[in-house]
Nanobody, 120 residues
Framework: QVQLVESGGGLVQPGGSLGLSCVAS????????MGWYRQGPGKQRELVAV???????NYADSAKGRFTISRDNAKNTVYLQMNGLKPEDTAVYYC??????????????WGKGTLVTVSS
């Protein structure tokens, strides 16, 4: 079994910073991409940022210039540093990994989410 566990959510004031981390564990053979998605109140889940095994990244327009995604391949961990947070960044942030288990079949796995609230 594969588990993704997020940490680092919480309450932060507008303009503040917060860092999220997500560790993938279990019978993992190879991880292709890891990323962060979010779902705000009354909204659909959306991509925030993704980092591929070669280190390349993609960001949602809303995250560009404020958020930084990074990855530690040795630790199967992905990070999201969020600066200049806005109330509209309030959401449950989900970790995602596209990986293969010992069966060599690639699948999407999700964490349970961590709540980020931006409010004064």
């Amino acid at each position: 079994q594969v588990q993704l566990v997020e940490s680092g959510g919480g309450l932060v004031q507008p303009g503040g910073s917060l860092g999220l981390s997500c560790v993938a564990s279990g019978s993992i053979f190879s991880i292709n991409r890891m990323g962060w998605y979010r779902q705000g109140p009354g909204k659909q889940r959306e991509l925030v940022a993704v980092v591929f095994s070669d280190g390349s990244t993609n960001y949602a327009d809303s995250a560009k210039g404020r958020f930084t995604i990074s990855r530690d391949n040795a630790k199967n961990t992905v990070y999201l540093q969020m600066n200049g947070l806005k109330p509209e960044d309030t959401a449950v942030y989900y970790c995602n990994a596209f990986l293969s288990t010992m069966s060599r079949r690639f699948m999407d796995f999700w964490g349970k989410g961590t709540l980020v609230t931006v409010s004064s």
